[in-house]
């Protein structure tokens, strides 16, 4: 359902940019909303690197004003950096972001418009630094509304799954993030010093991808703005949003589990990386402005607005559906807990019989796996699955009886036996229908090595057997009746997963392997219960008025899949479809590309290879203004080293103002 668009608020608004002033003289550029009104009103914060003069512009305009038009001060911060602000940039959420975050929190609540209380929201990174600001605790920040957003940023975040190297995103956020951070200040915003600003970023420019990869266990780097630390230094309120089509929704039910009652509430809906309002599939979207305004007038406004009388955790529990790459919306029904962990939902042990059996992957396997970060793109989701069990061990348990209804994190116990010091097991729970076709429900990874903990690296005894644990991605789902509940078992799944040098697989024994579901049973209560959670229909601001010139090139695949059938080599090329072109209100002229290739040869783990190269277009016809950045990433290895490849050239017109390239190698440790 698209959103309505508002026109009509309680208060008239008005907009200015500022820049806000931190104690080392820097300033960070910010876009502030207002109520017209003489009364100081409590303040809400976006603070991220995304460029808010253009990238996330048409969104900011979606949401920011309509908060205004109710009574809020909605105010959007350029980290340190990125965008029009100051400084140089660092790593993600590191030490010098969090304190500036705190000033900015402060300096907001101390303006004489603002009555000294201040709320935060975002998206991605700024649902993960609220989460870590929160942390901190400082005075005037009482609420926050996360959205896909982690609280392990080890664990449950772009770089790692499992304890395996995420070669899919780490990969590609690392060379994003390169990306992103050499874009140009704006002269229409920065003022005539845009280019000396430009030219000292670029100086301080290091790759992400030289840190992520040094850190591949769960240490002190890692612990650091994982707010799963310590839960308990989280004082402000939090309302935690994810989607089950994102990575992060894990995050969701910790937080409940974790966190006061009194000052928390989860909501998961059938959503991809997004926020809920915005119509992107899959949906049904629902009226999120109003859910976070309630959130928001009951923590900063004093009033009572019936939120927290909501259950603690309200999830969206999806009814079977045939495999697509995309829905518009998905069948199910919402579902309220009373906690989480629910009394309303049992373990249920299946355990799976046979004789052992060899799994061996080819390499290949997990090109079927869908991206990482869905978007609601055409080409996002995981299509039928029956090609990816055809390489995998499958177990199966047929549906009898009434509905199998689940809700969490279902867990593998499986009994395997190793002859080299290290694998990979990758586990995914498929639903399937009467005529075969495979739909992929959630899954699971874990990194042999990390067996022991996610802190250390311990080799496989070669030639043991050992009994491994480990959880899959939170989902709610319904088998039918009719159907069949597979698990698939595999030691390959590129490019999600980076390949271990080792490819000699595992041998799984069934009889000391099980599958443990998080069986939801239905009441006469709980189906009651569930009936009374609704959504008012999505609405939003009035758009900013963004054009996307129509262009006469054919579109390539957002998704490409192509087999060299004599060499055995697997090329994946996937375009991530972030941006496109845009021409702003004021004249801006923004161009952005981006094409990610993977390959792999089926019977080697050391031929994966990952590339992203970048081109992007800042342009102001009325002032002759024309940036140009172009960035190359790439990863490959050999049995020791990780090897990388980065390069950044810029111009400003004709002239090449920067170019550097890094090449660096890496020991491959534990991932």
Request: hydrophobic share 35%.
């Amino acid at each position: 359902m698209p959103p309505t668009i508002r026109t009509d608020f309680p208060y008239e608004t008005t907009h200015t940019d500022l820049r806000i002033p931190l104690p080392d003289g820097t300033r960070l550029y910010a876009r502030v909303w207002r109520p017209v009104t003489d009364e100081p009103v409590p303040v809400l914060l976006e603070y991220l690197p995304y460029r808010l003069s253009d990238w996330t512009a048409p969104r900011d305009w979606q949401r920011h004003p309509w908060y205004a038009g109710h009574g809020y001060a909605s105010v959007r911060v350029d980290v340190r950096g990125h965008g029009n602000s100051e400084g140089l940039p660092g790593d993600e959420y590191d030490a010098t972001e969090l304190a500036d975050g705190v000033e900015v929190i402060n300096w907001l609540a101390a303006q004489p418009w603002c009555t000294g209380r201040v709320g935060m929201f975002g998206i991605s990174w700024g649902g993960f630094n609220a989460l870590q600001l929160a942390a901190l605790a400082p005075e005037p920040l009482k609420a926050i509304v996360t959205v896909c957003s982690s609280d392990d940023r080890y664990d449950n975040d772009v770089h790692y799954m499992g304890g395996s190297v995420l070669a899919v995103d780490m990969h590609a956020w690392a060379a994003t993030m390169l990306a992103f951070v050499a874009r140009p200040p704006d002269p229409a915003f920065a003022g005539e010093g845009w280019r000396e600003m430009w030219l000292d970023r670029l100086e301080a420019v290091e790759p992400l991808i030289h840190t992520w990869l040094a850190h591949q266990t769960r240490d002190a780097y890692w612990r650091h703005g994982s707010v799963c630390e310590d839960y308990g230094a989280i004082e402000a309120a939090v309302l935690a949003v994810g989607g089950w089509h994102d990575p992060y929704r894990d995050t969701v039910l910790r937080l409940v589990e974790h966190l006061d009652p009194a000052r928390v509430r989860g909501l998961i809906g059938p959503w991809s990386h997004q926020y809920p309002d915005r119509g992107l599939p899959p949906g049904p979207a629902i009226g999120f402005l109003q859910e976070t305004l309630r959130w928001w007038d009951q923590w900063l406004k004093g009033a009572d607005t019936g939120i927290m009388a909501e259950p603690p955790l309200r999830s969206w529990i999806s009814a079977s559906h045939p495999p697509a790459t995309v829905y518009p919306e998905l069948p199910g029904r919402w579902a309220g807990e009373p906690s989480w962990p629910s009394p309303n939902v049992t373990v249920v042990p299946y355990a799976f019989r046979g004789e052992p059996v060899a799994v061996d992957s080819p390499q290949q396997t997990g090109l079927d796996a869908g991206r990482f970060f869905p978007f609601g793109n055409d080409a996002d989701l995981p299509p039928d699955q029956r090609d990816e069990d055809a390489k995998s061990a499958c177990f199966e348990i047929p549906v009898t009886g009434g509905l199998t209804e689940i809700l969490g994190r279902p867990r593998v116990r499986l009994r395997l036996r190793l002859d080299v010091p290290s694998g990979q097991a990758i586990a995914r729970l498929c639903d399937v229908a009467p005529d075969g076709s495979s739909t992929l429900v959630t899954r699971g990874v874990l990194n042999l090595s990390a067996r022991k903990g996610r802190d250390r690296s311990a080799p496989w005894p070669e030639g043991a057997t050992e009994d491994v644990t480990f959880e899959l991605n939170g989902i709610g789902h319904t088998f039918p009746p009719g159907h069949r509940i597979r698990l698939a078992v595999s030691s390959a799944y590129w490019p999600w997963i980076w390949p271990r040098a080792e490819s000699a697989g595992f041998t799984l024994d069934p009889a000391g392997s099980s599958l443990e579901l998080p069986v939801r049973t239905a009441t006469a209560a709980t189906a009651t219960a569930d009936r009374a959670i609704s959504f008012e229909p999505p609405e939003q601001a009035e758009p900013m008025g963004v054009v996307s010139p129509v262009t006469l090139d054919e579109e390539r695949p957002e998704r490409l899949v192509t087999r060299d059938v004599a060499r055995g080599l697997w090329r994946l090329e996937v375009d991530p479809r972030y941006g496109g072109t845009r021409v702003y209100p004021d004249g801006l002229e923004f161009t952005e590309d981006a094409l990610e290739t993977y390959t792999i040869q089926e019977s080697d783990p050391l031929s994966a290879t990952a590339r992203s190269d970048w081109r992007i277009r800042l342009h102001r016809p009325e002032s002759a203004w024309d940036a140009r950045v172009e960035t190359r990433s790439e990863i490959s290895c050999d049995v020791d080293d990780f090897i990388t490849s980065n390069e950044v050239i810029c111009r400003d017109g004709a002239e090449v103002v920067f170019h550097r390239t890094w090449e660096k190698r890496v020991p491959r440790t534990a991932g």
